[in-house]
């Protein structure tokens, strides 16, 4: 993952500033803000949580009033599960998903320069679930399984992004979706352990992350 932060860092850097030079209405952004990430599963019940988001944009002009956005972003996510511990208490723990998200995006200006459009593909690429260690034995709520048991997704996943972003030049708000296109638990089906603990089903995830931000262009 850490090369891939250093060639998508230096890609994105070389290409800003040759599109900043021409002064056309180029913009580089940076942008950080608040995530709230939805694990969408029929194996077991799951809660939303707070999360953050943030990373840097260059918005190049495309054709008329497309524009054409290339991205990084850091992400540290969130949702919960119910769970019971060795002595029966029911407590609801909160797993963390942290990754880098490289998107491509189209934009369509409805008004050029304050609001816009936002619509593509984003590459994530994630590492394990995380959890506090003094939670890794209880059980999920309706399987064997325990917390430990589904830290390990698949790493890497693409999902569809839809937003829109408002304000002016140099400050906008920025909200947006995401939604995850393949199965962020497939990792999981390939232990067989874990297919009997899961009441015999295969794993099925899907995230779904809404976002927002602040943008603000350099």
């Known amino acids: 993952m850490k ?103 189209f934009s369509y200006n409805i008004v050029k320069d304050h609001v816009s459009i936002d619509f593509g593909p984003v590459l994530q690429v994630n590492g394990a679930l995380k959890t506090q260690d003094k939670y890794k034995t209880n059980i999920i709520n309706g399987t064997a399984l325990t917390v430990e048991d589904i830290k390990d997704i698949t790493k890497i996943n693409g999902n569809l992004y839809l937003g829109t972003s408002a304000g002016g030049k140099r400050v906008r708000a920025v909200i947006f979706y995401q939604y995850g296109l393949n199965n962020i638990m497939n990792n999981l089906n390939k232990k067989a352990d874990l297919i009997v603990k899961n009441n015999g089903r295969d794993f099925k995830g899907h995230v779904g992350i809404i976002s927002g931000q602040l943008l603000f262009n350099l």
């Open 3 to 105: 090369k891939l932060h250093l060639i998508v860092l230096l890609l994105t850097v070389t290409f800003a500033f040759a599109q900043h030079g021409r002064r056309d209405g180029n913009r580089i952004g940076i942008s950080g803000g608040i995530s709230n990430l939805s694990m969408f599963t029929s194996n077991f019940n799951t809660s939303p949580e707070s999360g953050w988001i943030g990373g840097f944009a260059v918005r190049g002009n495309y054709y008329n009033d497309w524009s054409a956005v290339f991205g990084m972003q850091f992400t540290e996510s969130n949702f919960s599960v119910p769970t019971t511990n060795f002595v029966a208490q029911q407590q609801q723990v909160k797993y963390t998903l942290s990754g880098v998200q490289v998107r491509f995006l």
